[in-house]
């Protein structure tokens, strides 16, 4: 029960303070905050429940929902989803956090963040396409609110796009599974695995089959997003206020990682071989052009957009390195498995430091009574020392500096992606160094030099800031250090899925 | 119990037409009282014939001779497709009289319309003798017409004579289909189980043009296009009761005829314009769509949604697969309560107070803010119409694709592309309507009285029917399918289909 237990927590916690009256803003706040502390308990206690050394899924439920159309109840969680799980309910509380002064109606900001929360947790979850399908999108419409009623001065253009773009990718998504439904008669996730592994799921219809496979991948391009369909995400990003952003980039983005890993390895294995050359060239695009592209910004919250793009394109290049099939000479499941644990663990710290950043952005933006630009401030070390070591950790770990929490999982693919596929990884290189500049870019123009006179009274982190803050920074050193504490969940279903390759 | 449905909708017209004095409170009450009981009815009813329902079986609900000359008999009956449509009206005559409850004109008179025309659809979605359907079936057509031609708004003499023409001649069709049906049948009987037996027996060449005449002539009602027109000009000059019921259960006797009868009695004739018909659905959701996206009345947009919406049903039907079939059924009833929600929130919650339905007037008013409740209904309502998952929609439109993908998948990939163009005129109103704030002007902010109780009630009716059928579709699902194979049902399926 504890999966249901864990989804449903958050959606009736925000639908109990959507419902409060509208002098109970401050209860309605504490209430939802109490909500996203309880499902982290719950997500920490299923780490703790959860055995490693079995693969497969954990905490089964399931329960004939639409028998007619072959559509059930049905939860569970691997290495894959318990990742995303509990890194979703980390960044909740973080978020809401960072969105606790919220002005205008902050009762029903909160609750949409538990709405969001609740669709997180079923996306990653559920086993059964339609069942996911429910909460895909049920994450979608509180993140268009969130952008819509509290965004920047572009919020409207932004959350259209957003709305727009995601709901495109959802359609074609759904076509898709609806021809794989009249193809197989099943809508389980599991169950198309095995039929595709038995030999094709159309049987011999090959321009179908790939017709089906891009309407899914086309889909979750969107959403994680793939150069080209990531236009909507810099307006998004940027609109969004700082504690949407942080869900936006350190949960949501998670989404379409997780449904490349879930949905299109084990069901589309022959395609994501046949495609795997421009897949490849896509994510090094994916890696290089929007590090360029945040080089070149003069907003700070423009430059973290675009570098969760790049950071992003890592986890794609890692994927689709890692669909190279075992050729007669030379067995690849090293390569692979590093590939995929990379990918894996990109996809948990990635969330964490992203959002970190556009935390640490939004208090520069507080602070600079809405200044944000790269050159606006300069020399903050002097005023703000504990900001300024903060969000130095939080930009090396961006970086992946060793030692701290970003570095195992960029290693990891390219380990595996520099044997898989050399040239990509080899081209996705100088993303990584533009990287290396963008983000030191930052801490220098920001952080040295000469203290502007009008930025002399600048207050450093407040206790509660830094308490905010703190669980992160300790998880960027703890992950860093100590990254076996995630291979190890993660190590069993990478097994997993190269098995279903 | 079922049979109790009509004759309290009918005997609550009658006391209201002869209640003195002009106050409209008693009128109110007593029209809220009569529709209350007749959705009780309905769900004991539902609770009743479950079983039944559940088996595919037939329960009669009342047989008796009527004219016995010309073998019409006074015939109820229900399978689980009426229970399903009865249900629905039930819900929506309940939800149509709260929303009607700021009605002061005339309002005995009005509520005595409205209750015969609700007494009318009970009475169609019963009838088993195609007599006795078609009685009901005039029944309900004369009322809608003094709602609107009374109570209207926009151009309502215009809005309800159209209606009516097309009313009219949709049953003059049907009319001419029965009574040739009749005789070719030469069996003296107009009871639909008896018609049934013989529609195989039916001359292809004389199938051919009957099931043409009797499912257009239906098919009117359900916004078949090109005959939709009456559609979006009728809804939008309605009183907002007229619009719910007129999308929410008028629009589903045309469906419900075009299943019940036409094909069923004409299967031949089916298969032979099987293909014409499904492109016409076709062309109607993306055409419905397509002029929604650029109406500038808030009402409009509704309106042509509702012809889009209609095209699933349509669209599912000419499947004539039990998935495809199913799926038009339950969207029938998934349209309904969220057409009917829609239309509440348009005319009652926010023309009656703000004078205006211009999408251009209503922009600066920055509706969210003025009528927060309005605005959380109408997004909710917006979710449930563009067919998000956890809505009643989502598993009557997918039903509707996964039969469509089976018989024509081209048919398929054009309306799901027409659910995109849904997605985006919903979008697109509901930004404009509600939450178009970068052109706020605080003058045009109205002041408007708060949503009352009675708008609350109905919302909230209309909003739990289709979230509960949205998590659950097995409520509903589990009496249609088993009803596609009922005594009814048979001939669809002995046309040798593929």
Redesign the interface.
């Known amino acids: 029960m504890i999966l249901t237990f864990l989804t449903f927590v958050p959606l009736t916690a925000g639908v109990l303070v959507a419902l409060l009256g509208p002098d109970r803003q401050k209860l309605g706040r504490n209430l939802a905050f109490a909500a996203s502390l309880l499902a982290l308990a719950l997500a920490v206690a299923l780490w703790a429940l959860f055995d490693n050394a079995r693969g497969g899924l954990q905490f089964v439920e399931r329960a004939p929902?639409?028998?007619?159309?072959g559509i059930e109840y049905y939860v569970g969680v691997d290495g894959l989803g318990l990742l995303t799980v509990l890194l979703s309910a980390l960044i909740v509380p973080f978020a809401m956090l960072a969105s606790w002064k919220i002005g205008n109606n902050p009762k029903l900001y909160f609750s949409l963040v538990l709405f969001l929360e609740s669709g997180l947790f079923g996306t990653f979850t559920a086993q059964n396409f339609?069942h996911w399908?429910?909460f895909w999108?049920?994450s979608l419409?509180p993140a268009f609110?969130l952008i819509?009623?509290w965004g920047g001065p572009n919020?409207?253009s932004a959350a259209?796009q957003f709305?727009?773009y995601t709901?495109?990718g959802s359609?074609a998504m759904?076509?898709a599974f609806?021809?794989l439904?009249?193809a197989t008669g099943a809508f389980d996730f599991a169950q198309l695995a095995q039929a595709a592994h038995r030999g094709g799921l159309f049987a011999g219809h090959k321009t179908l089959a790939t017709a089906v496979f891009l309407g899914v991948l086309l889909g979750l391009a969107v959403k994680v997003p793939l150069v080209p369909f990531h236009t909507w995400l810099p307006a998004a990003y940027t609109e969004a206020p700082t504690g949407t952003a942080m869900l936006l980039t350190g949960a949501m983005s998670k989404m379409g990682v997780y449904g490349f890993l879930r949905i299109l390895w084990p069901i589309f294995p022959e395609q994501m071989r046949a495609w795997r050359l421009p897949l490849l060239v896509l994510a090094a695009a994916t890696i290089v052009f929007p590090a360029a592209a945040a080089f070149a910004q003069k907003d700070l919250k423009r430059m973290v957009a675009y570098s969760s793009i790049n950071h992003l394109g890592y986890c794609l290049l890692g994927i689709f390195a890692a669909a190279r099939l075992t050729d007669g000479t030379v067995a690849w499941t090293d390569e692979q498995a590093a590939a995929l644990n990379g990918v894996m663990l990109q996809m948990f710290n990635h969330g964490l430091t992203a959002s970190a950043l556009f935390y640490f952005v939004g208090l520069i933006e507080q602070r600079g009574g809405a200044l944000r630009g790269l050159n606006d401030f300069g020399g903050l070390r002097q005023a703000a020392p504990v900001f300024c070591g903060l969000m130095g950790i939080a930009l090396f770990a961006s970086l992946g500096l060793p030692g701290l929490n970003g570095f195992p999982g960029e290693f990891l693919i390219f380990k595996g992606a520099l044997q898989l596929a050399s040239l990509t990884a080899l081209c996705s290189i100088p993303g990584l160094l533009l990287t290396a500049i963008f983000l030191l870019t930052i801490l220098q123009r920001v952080f040295s030099g000469p203290l502007p006179a009008k930025w002399s009274g600048w207050p450093d982190l407040t206790m509660g800031e830094r308490l905010t803050a703190l669980p992160v920074i300790t998880l960027i050193f703890v992950l860093g250090l100590f990254p076996q504490l995630l291979t190890g969940v993660a190590n069993p279903a990478v097994m997993q899925l190269l098995k279903l390759f | 119990m079922l049979a109790w449905t009509i004759y309290i909708s009918f005997l609550a017209a009658a006391f209201l037409m002869f209640l003195p004095g002009d106050n409209p409170r008693p009128a109110k009450v007593t029209a809220l009282l009569a529709a209350l009981a007749g959705l009780a009815c309905a769900l004991m009813g539902v609770i009743q014939c479950r079983e039944h329902a559940g088996a595919g079986v037939l329960t009669d609900v009342v047989n008796a001779p009527w004219i016995a000359e010309l073998g019409i008999r006074y015939h109820l009956a229900a399978d689980g497709i009426s229970l399903v449509l009865v249900l629905l009206t039930g819900i929506a005559a309940v939800a149509g009289v709260l929303f009607s409850w700021n009605v002061e004109t005339r309002s005995r008179e009005f509520f005595a319309l409205y209750l015969a025309l609700i007494g009318g659809v009970y009475g169609v979605f019963l009838s088993v003798d195609l007599f006795l359907l078609f009685v009901f079936y005039e029944v309900a057509i004369i009322p809608k017409y003094f709602l609107i031609a009374i109570w209207g708004s926009t151009r309502r003499e215009y809005g309800a004579m159209k209606l009516a023409l097309y009313s009219f001649v949709g049953s003059a069709m049907v009319l001419v289909g029965l009574i040739a049906a009749y005789v070719v049948a030469g069996a003296k009987t107009f009871d639909l189980v008896e018609l049934a037996k013989h529609s195989h027996s039916f001359p292809a060449a004389f199938q051919n043009w009957a099931f043409i005449v009797v499912f257009v002539g239906f098919a009117i009602l359900a916004g078949l296009w090109p005959f939709h027109t009456w559609a979006p000009t009728g809804h939008v000059a309605a009183p907002t009761a007229a619009s719910m019921l007129l999308a929410g259960v008028v629009m589903k006797l045309g469906a419900y005829g075009a299943l019940r009868v036409a094909m069923t009695l004409f299967p031949i004739g089916l298969h032979t314009w099987q293909n014409t018909i499904a492109a016409l659905a076709v062309v109607g959701i993306v055409y419905g769509a397509l002029v929604a996206l650029v109406q500038q009345d808030f009402k409009f947009v509704i309106g042509y949604s509702s012809v889009s919406h209609m095209g699933f049903v349509l669209l599912g039907l000419m499947t004539l697969t039990?998935?495809g079939l199913?799926g038009a059924v339950l969207q029938m009833f998934s349209h309904g309560i969220i057409a009917g929600l829609l239309f509440a929130v348009v005319g009652r919650m926010v023309y009656d107070r703000t004078h205006t339905r211009d999408l251009a007037e209503l922009q600066p008013m920055n509706l969210n803010q003025v009528l927060p409740f309005a605005a959380a209904t109408f997004?909710v309502g917006c979710?449930a119409s563009m067919g998000?998952?956890?809505f009643s929609g989502f598993?009557a439109e997918?039903?509707v694709?996964?039969g469509a993908?089976?018989t024509f998948p081209v048919f398929?990939?054009l309306a799901?592309a027409g659910?995109?163009a849904g997605?985006?005129y919903t979008?697109r109103v509901l930004?404009k309507a509600f939450?178009a704030?970068?052109v706020v002007d605080a003058r045009a902010r109205p002041r408007c009285e708060r949503i009352s109780l009675p708008e609350r009630a109905g919302a909230l009716l209309l909003l739990a029917a289709t979230l509960i059928v949205g998590l659950c579709?097995?409520l509903l699902?589990d009496l249609i399918?088993p009803s596609l194979n009922s005594p009814l049902m048979k001939p669809l399926w002995k046309a040798g289909l593929p």
């Open positions: 929902w639409v028998p007619s159309l339609i399908f429910v999108e049920l419409i609110f819509r009623m919020r409207s259209f709305f727009v709901m495109a359609v759904l076509a609806l021809a439904y009249a | 039990q998935i199913s997004v979710a998000l998952p956890g598993i997918l039903q694709l996964v993908w089976q398929a990939v799901a659910i995109l997605v985006a979008l930004l939450f704030e970068g579709p097995r699902l399918t």
